[in-house]
């Protein structure tokens, strides 16, 4: 009899198949690219131009990697082609020896690494400076926070040459972590979440010593367990929140680190992940240990406004849609991506559609055959996102206009 693991596999090769074979209906894009190792973040930068026969955008991806001990790692650029709207895609052909769906400019590299930095260790994330995407900060295996001016670097290492050389070294944790947030708001304004129950808040423009290195501004300490994430409100300037293993979610203002403004148990497990949303200033989401996604109204901590049900394994990642107030994405160990729309919370089902899963669950991303560890939205195109799995794939894809058409006409029809 197979061992537990092997039947895992088998599984998960069946899934893979079925999904293969109906990605003609379920989606308008997909892009599938092997990365030689795998990367635990992924971010748009924000710039898009046209090619010149105007048959495909060029936009570019913030990747890191994750080696095996003895590799070096690096910190990744890429440029991604993503064919326009004038571009005809045959939508029944998903081809897997090229990874893409409908024949889209074939002969095109249409993911290609252009710049390679080296990193110290493996990047746990990197998060691009809203106002200057050229400064770039990463997380890694130690506790330093790194900063780089890509700009400042070769497009490649030079041979044999393995030595990471920061622009500047943010110090102030005593641990590794993941959580690492920009302000939207304070150009420079740095927030780090680290495993030594802290968050530290930086502001890149100070003044570094000797060695290139600079100190936290400030230290938040309330958590009783690793804090997995931190965020920036995007509203408030001063405001953002955090979560940890100690099933907590705090908000804080940064003129205060003395304590956290709210305090609350919001899951009954650890929480990974959380995401301000970026038209409401009220409402908030974060994803757990627990399987499930809250929803939350900043004004009363007390009550969570709804769970999303639907994962099977832990929620890594939780992200507002920057182009729909009620469109929500989580993505977990299950090799999943959810897409939820709150706007569907409480509608009518039928039982068939029930067993699918909850009305506000409007898509699945089953394309990943290995935990996905992050994804983002594209910030130029609705509706297309990128994510990254442990199985070395990133693909990018853009569910059927039909699914998410639905959804606006059924909003349409409410407005009247």
Known sequence: MADAPEMEEKIINEEYKIWKKNTPFLYDLVLTHALVWPSLSVQWFPDRRLSESKEYSIQRLLLGTHTSPGEPNHLMIAEVRLPTEETAIDPRKYDDQRGELGGFAAGHGKVEIKIKINHDGEVNRARYMPQNPNVIATKTPKS???????????????????????NLTLTGHTKEGYGLSWSPLAKGHLLSSSEDQSVCFWDINGTPNGNNE???????QAHQGSVEDVQWHLHHENYFGSVGDDKRLMLWDTRDSSKPSSNVVAHDAEINCLSFNPFSEWVLA????????????????????HTFVGHTNQIYQVQWAPFEETILASCAQD????????????????????????????????????????????????????????????????????IHNDFEDADAMDTN
């Open 335 to 402: 090799r999943r991506m959810h897409v939820w729309d709150l706007a569907k919370i409480g509608a009518p089902q039928t039982p068939e559609d029930a067993e699918d899963g909850p009305p506000e669950l409007l898509f699945v991303h089953g394309g990943h055959t290995s935990k996905i560890t992050d994804f983002d939205w594209n910030k130029n195109e609705a509706w297309v996102v990128a994510s990254v799995a442990d199985d070395n794939i990133l693909q990018i894809w853009q569910m059927a206009e039909n």
């Open 286 to 305: 974060t994803g757990s240990t627990d399987k499930t996604v809250g929803l939350w109204d900043l004004r009363n901590l007390k009550q969570r406004l």
């Open 214 to 220: 600079l100190g936290a501004l400030s230290k938040f």
């Open 144 to 166: 330093g926070v790194l900063i780089f001016d890509w700009t400042k670097f070769d497009s490649t290492p030079r041979a044999g040459d393995t030595t990471c050389r920061p």
